[in-house]
Nanobody, 129 residues
């Protein structure tokens, strides 16, 4: 059993920065990849960023490239999302997710919610204009 807990969400002005954290706990007996997704009111949950076990491979949604940075600290079992130059359009509930093992090749393996095994409860990010 694995539990994920997000933190770091809050209210920030447009152009500001925020750093989200996601701590994994429980029985994790394998390597795992992780990702961030977000869901705005009235919209579906969409991909934001993903990272491999080693941190050597990352991927981002076009809407956040150049502004967001995903990273991880495996010694702490923690995933991060550094969010810079925030825009009102970034307002959403942000979820971290864990996939046991590694992703297969191809973008659909890390951009689709169905490929992840565990999810956090989400943290609210609100960006004011």
């Amino acid at each position: 059993q694995v539990q994920l807990g997000e933190s770091g969400g809050g209210l920030v002005q447009a152009g500001g920065s925020l750093r989200l954290s996601c701590a994994a706990s429980g029985r994790i007996f394998s390597t795992y990849a992780m990702g961030w997704f977000r869901q705005a009111p009235g919209k579906e949950r969409v991909f934001v960023a993903a990272i491999s076990w080693s941190g050597g491979s990352t991927a981002y949604a076009d809407s956040v490239k150049g502004r967001f940075t995903i990273s991880r600290d495996n010694a702490k079992n923690t995933l991060y999302l550094q969010m810079n130059v925030l825009e009102p359009e970034d307002t959403a509930i942000y979820y971290c997710a864990l996939k046991r093992g590694a992703f297969d090749s191809g973008p659909y393996h890390y951009t689709s919610t169905v490929n992840y095994d565990y999810w956090g409860q989400g943290t609210q990010v609100t960006v004011s204009s």
